[in-house]
């Protein structure tokens, strides 16, 4: 047997496999998409309107959302960091528990929030004694997000710090600059492709969050509970308009960091 005929080439194999793989491709890609197209299909373009109480709940979306991102980053970056850096024993158990809030279920996660943080519970007593509640208030809004979106960005953010060459650090300590020095200028540049990933990532949990926000949160209502509100009280038109805000700005922002990363081979 030739060369060419062990490979497959020019023997009929190969092109068959590649068009068995792009019809393969074309199949599954036309299954993730199809919900897309029938919401394009399934918007009412001729009535076209928001339902009373959709514009606060992008406005409530939106700012929080955002302020959660910030506490999240602020918070974040220095535990994936220190995941990075550090090795010690057991520290499989602090990787165990740090997957712990992502592999519980949004409601489930919810409920823990609402018996550690609520009015009733020892923690949530002494927030209320110095006026903070954390149920059913702005700040029990930004709560949720942040415990939705927290260990998504935190496992991005490690994995970009552990990507950054040691060699590359020890040399700017050996040149004279300090750890804060060298993670300024070291190690924040090299990292922030995949830091900003996970801004992205935290983005969109944040914002589309909805079984935690449900339990600890209900009011004041963001987007993902103001669909589900719109859908039990009005039916399945009401949602649209605000499906379509929630993917005009949640959406893009991770779309074009995921297209930026393809261009520059980081997956």
Excluded: C
């Amino acid at each position: 047997m030739s060369h060419r005929a062990a490979v497959g080439i020019g023997t009929g194999r190969q092109p068959s496999a590649r068009w068995i793989a792009t019809a393969t491709a074309a199949t599954v890609l036309t299954f993730l998409l199809a919900p897309f197209a029938a919401l394009v299909f399934a918007t009412d373009w001729h009535d076209f309107h928001f339902a009373p109480g959709d514009l606060a709940a992008i406005r409530v979306s939106l700012f929080y959302s955002a302020l959660a991102l910030v506490l999240v980053v602020l918070a974040g970056t220095p535990l994936a960091w220190w995941l990075a850096h550090y090795h010690y024993r057991g520290k499989w158990l602090v990787d165990a528990l740090l997957l712990l809030p992502l592999l519980t279920p949004p409601l489930a996660m919810g409920i823990l929030l609402s018996s550690f943080y609520g009015p009733y519970s020892a923690v949530g007593g002494l927030f209320s004694q110095a006026g903070l509640y954390l149920t059913n208030t702005a700040p029990a809004f930004v709560l949720a997000q942040i415990y939705g979106a927290m260990p998504y960005y935190v496992l991005a953010a490690r994995a970009a710090f552990e990507g950054v060459p040691e060699e590359l650090e020890q040399i700017s300590r050996t040149l004279g600059r300090n750890r804060w020095q060298t993670f300024w200028w070291v190690t924040l540049p090299l990292a922030r492709l995949g830091l900003t990933a996970g801004v992205a990532l935290a983005w969109v949990r944040a914002m589309g969050e909805f079984g935690i926000v449900l339990i600890v949160a209900y009011f004041p209502q963001g987007i993902p509970v103001k669909l589900w509100v719109n859908l039990e009280d009005m039916g399945l038109s009401a949602v649209y308009p605000l499906l379509w805000v929630f993917f005009l700005v949640a959406v893009p922002l991770p779309l074009w960091l995921g297209l930026r990363s393809r261009r520059q081979g980081m997956f």
